[in-house]
């Protein structure tokens, strides 16, 4: 994304300029031995600060920590928060960094971006921006606990 038409969320596609940016960057780091597939995911918060994670393999591959477990982990260890932006982008070990394109989190890192999500979250999707409504509709949270 890198016009300056507003998306449907009202924000500048520019926004993701930089996020994109710094998905791509990190997913350098992915540690990938057995899908090939890196994945780096990139947020803000809404204090302003980047946090970042990567893909992390593991010869048990159901123990595979996705990028995003890496980014709520640094966000926590950061001081906590609440996500303003979001996007992850992935593709194929042997591809330029610049080819990789915006991927949608998987269902299980929906569930854990939607318990760190400022209520404005804006999520970058193949599809364009996104709320996190949009993306895990009737998620389960901490107020079902309560139910
Ligand atoms: N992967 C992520 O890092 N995040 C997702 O949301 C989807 C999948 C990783 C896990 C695995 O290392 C590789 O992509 C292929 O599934």
Do not use: W
Not at 18 to 27: F, H, M, P, T, V
Not at 95 to 111: F, I, L, N, T
Not at 120 to 147: H, K, N
């Amino acid at each position: 994304m890198s016009t300056s038409e507003n998306t449907p969320q009202g924000l500048p596609a520019t926004e993701f300029d930089e996020l994109l940016a710094a998905a791509r960057e990190i997913a350098e780091r992915a540690y990938t031995p057995y899908s090939r597939f890196r994945v780096g995911a990139a947020a803000l918060t809404e204090d302003g600060r980047l946090v970042r994670g990567c893909n992390v393999e593991n010869a048990g591959y159901g123990v595979t920590l996705c990028a995003e477990c890496g980014l709520i982990s640094e966000l926590i260890a950061g001081g906590g928060g609440r996500l303003s932006r979001f996007v992850c982008v992935g593709g194929d070990e042997r591809k330029d960094r610049d080819e990789r394109h915006v991927v949608m989190p998987c269902g299980r890192c929906r569930q854990l971006l939607s318990e760190h999500a400022a209520p404005d979250l804006v999520l970058l999707t193949p599809g364009g921006p996104r709320g996190m409504d949009a993306v895990l509709p009737q998620a389960f949270g901490p107020a079902d606990l309560r139910s």
